[in-house]
């Protein structure tokens, strides 16, 4: 009953598989923002990490991108990738498994990074890293589309590491 175009303007979306175009880096952010600020674009590039890689290229913002993110590393297709969800500034951002391809420590400081931005934002996490989903207020667990555990994070990892009675 919500007209796409009210979902559209409302909600950012970081897929778990990139879809990056050839052009500059700059482009592949600004995609769904066009008039967005050299401000903004330093804002997101911070949080998401594009900032650790985009700093050291002699071209920096201009750097650039291969069709389909060829000659980028995965976590750096997945930092553009949340870049681009970011720059849009929408009320709900929807992160389908955002650090699946980041090292450690860029995992880290990307998941510091959210902490701050969630108390403006409502998110929505899909993920299988406890990393991740220690950022959720609401964890709600599925099993083949069924929900299965619903609960805050505390209460829904203590109710996995609880045995059931028939694994007694």
């Known amino acids: 009953q919500i ?3 009210d979902l559209r303007k409302n909600i950012s979306y970081a897929p778990q598989d990139v879809l990056l175009f ?3 880096l700059k482009e592949n952010i600004v995609l769904r923002s066009p008039a ?16 650790d890689f985009v700093d050291i290229h002699p071209m920096g913002y201009d750097m650039p991108v291969g069709e ?6 995965g976590g750096q297709k997945q930092s553009i990738s949340i870049a681009r969800a970011f720059i849009y500034d929408s009320p709900i951002i929807l992160l389908d498994e955002p650090t699946n391809s980041m090292d450690s ?4 400081n990307f998941i510091n990074a959210l902490r701050e931005y969630k108390k403006e934002h409502t998110m929505i996490l899909i993920s299988h890293k406890n990393i991740v989903l220690s950022l959720t207020n609401r964890l709600i667990l599925l ?3 069924k929900v299965v555990l619903d609960g805050n994070h ?6 996995l590491q609880t045995p059931k009675k028939s694994d007694v």
């Open 3 to 5: 007209d796409p175009a």
């Open 22 to 24: 050839q052009g500059t």
């Open 36 to 51: 967005a600020s050299d401000e903004d674009i330093l804002k997101v590039s911070k949080l998401s990490g594009v900032s």
């Open 68 to 73: 389909r993110g060829e000659g980028l590393s």
């Open 105 to 108: 420590t860029h995992e880290i």
């Open 143 to 145: 099993d083949k589309g």
């Open 154 to 159: 505390d209460e829904v990892v203590k109710a």
